[in-house]
């Protein structure tokens, strides 16, 4: 049987339902579907990106598909290649984003077989990604296309693509807003929080007004773009606050908050808690409610709420933590968090931010700089994995000039491949900055983990003595070593893309942290 029939079906299908950007990793299986694609991408229909490790393509285009908000599909060939887009479709599915995978597969009646690259494809990704007919799919997650081809193919004409390219229109439910218009009214005495996480660019200017004219106090994350506008409600320090003082109401926006509060809301059953999120996913196991869509369409569906005026007394020092943040700061310079709070004077400036997973997301959310207001704020949190964190970051600012990403130095290795696609990508004034800490030290953070062994941190820790300055050899990258603030007085951001290898001094660290910690609620 040609291939090329099954090719062509699956391009004129994806062009139809608009479907209009890919990100091909070639291989033998799949190279019909790479000529039906390239031949529209000659017409002028589609845009292809080239990549030549799967899993790291498949974070490239969840970033594609959250600059664009439009499906961006990454193309597999058969066997193992294919299963590596399971974590980017899984972070897809919790972020609800419609990435497409489509994994070229040997015919059926391999499987089984023990053949080479034949492998049990139909279903691979599980819950996480529609399986059906791509006229099924609604768009708000993942979507699988499994195509069996025989490696023979024999190319048609010229005329043969694009003859429908559809516009996307993702599926828009109906909105019901009037129980958690009327949870939001009752109960002011209780005191409630909003807690906000990620947020789509869209949505800020509906969540800023709401949260202004509602008057509670707020947690707003950096990957919220809110964090500094709304820093008059804000409560410093959370997660230590609000453990100490809980709300009796607790309202959250947007993606799944990174900080710790979050997490003790499980053992917390006193607390009612509402989300409101485009994936409609609690990311809560205890009883809580939900309400699924994008925030611009279900604020202004809840009409005037009116002020809450309620747990207003827990801003009642919030000024004097974040007097000790400055004094901590100042005091301990070459510390970890003193180092990124001066990183973030340089990088909120840019064109996009994107943070890493675990601990940059949390120190940026507490120390990073006030003064600027930084609405291009990105995180993958939807299974707050490592995975694809550089990826994901390309991805989403491949257009766009002067960007940054701060990662960790462990996630910066779990990606190595992701700078591949740097030729193929805006590198005006890109920076790619790695916490040179020594491995995991989110660990160190744990309050539970302090009593275990000296042997146990170690596998935790995953202490490395890798040297950055190699991947900028191997990718053409301009590297320079942050030991101290004076350092970054010779970084000049234009031209190639510059990684920071940001190297905290450890005993600075611990003293901040302890002296921190040591500051009571």
Request: aromatic share 8%.
């Amino acid at each position: 049987m040609n291939a090329w029939d099954p090719a062509l079906k699956v391009g004129n299908d994806c062009l139809r339902v608009g479907i209009c950007e890919f990100v091909i990793c070639a291989g033998a299986r799949n190279a019909a579907l790479i000529e039906v694609l390239v031949r529209a991408e000659t017409a002028g229909h589609i845009r292809l990106w080239r990549h030549f490790e799967e899993r790291s393509a498949g974070f490239f285009a969840l970033g594609r598909t959250q600059e664009t908000q439009q499906p961006c599909a990454v193309v597999t060939t058969s066997g193992t290649a294919a299963a590596e887009l399971l974590p980017a479709v899984i972070e897809a599915h919790y972020q609800g984003r419609p990435l497409v995978a489509i994994t070229a597969d040997r015919p059926a009646a391999f499987r089984g077989s023990g053949a080479p690259q034949a492998i049990e494809q139909p279903g691979l990704f599980g819950g996480y990604a529609w399986q059906g007919d791509i006229a099924g799919w609604d768009g708000n997650g993942p979507l699988h296309l499994n195509v069996e081809m025989e490696e023979f193919f024999e190319a048609g004409g010229e005329d043969f693509l694009g003859r429908s390219v559809g516009a996307w229109l993702p599926a828009r439910g109906r909105l019901d807003v009037a129980r958690l218009a009327c949870w939001l009214r009752e109960d002011h005495y209780r005191g409630m929080v909003v807690l906000i996480g990620g947020l789509e660019p869209d949505e800020q200017e509906e969540v800023f007004h709401f949260c202004k004219d509602l008057g509670a106090p707020v947690v707003a994350e950096a990957a919220s773009g809110l964090r500094e506008a709304l820093r008059a409600l804000a409560i410093h320090d959370a997660d230590r606050v609000l453990k100490a003082r809980p709300p009796g109401k607790t309202l959250r926006l947007g993606e799944v908050p990174s900080g710790r509060f979050w997490r003790d809301l499980e053992a917390m059953a006193g607390i009612s808690v509402w989300s409101v999120c485009r994936n409609g996913l609690p990311g809560l196991a205890r009883a809580s409610e939900v309400t699924r869509g994008p925030l611009d369409r279900v604020i202004p569906a809840l009409g005037v709420i009116e002020a809450a005026g309620d747990a207003l007394d827990l801003l009642v020092g919030a000024s004097g933590r974040a007097a000790r943040a400055e004094e901590l700061l100042e005091c301990y310079p070459d510390s970890e968090p003193a180092l990124l709070r001066v990183l973030s004077h340089y990088a909120s400036i840019g064109g996009g931010i994107f943070l890493g997973n675990s601990l940059p997301i949390r120190e940026w959310n507490l120390f990073a700089q006030w003064e600027r207001p930084v609405r291009s704020v990105r995180a993958n949190r939807g299974a707050n994995g490592i995975d694809g964190q550089i990826s994901t970051w390309l991805g989403w600012t491949a257009d766009v000039s002067e960007t940054w990403a701060v990662v960790g130095d462990l996630t910066a290795l779990y990606d190595l491949a992701a700078p591949f696609v740097l030729d193929q990508v805006n590198q005006d004034g890109r920076v790619l900055a790695v916490i040179h800490n020594g491995g995991g030290q989110i660990f160190g953070r744990v309050s539970r983990f302090k009593s275990l062994s000296a042997r146990t941190a170690e596998f935790l820790t995953n202490f490395h003595a890798a040297d950055f300055a190699g991947l900028t050899v191997l990718w053409g990258m301009v590297h320079l070593r942050v030991r101290r603030a004076a350092d970054l007085d010779a970084f000049e951001p234009g031209g190639k893309p510059v990684l920071l290898e940001i190297l905290p001094d450890p005993v600075q660290t611990a003293q901040f942290w302890a002296a921190w910690d040591g500051f009571g609620c």
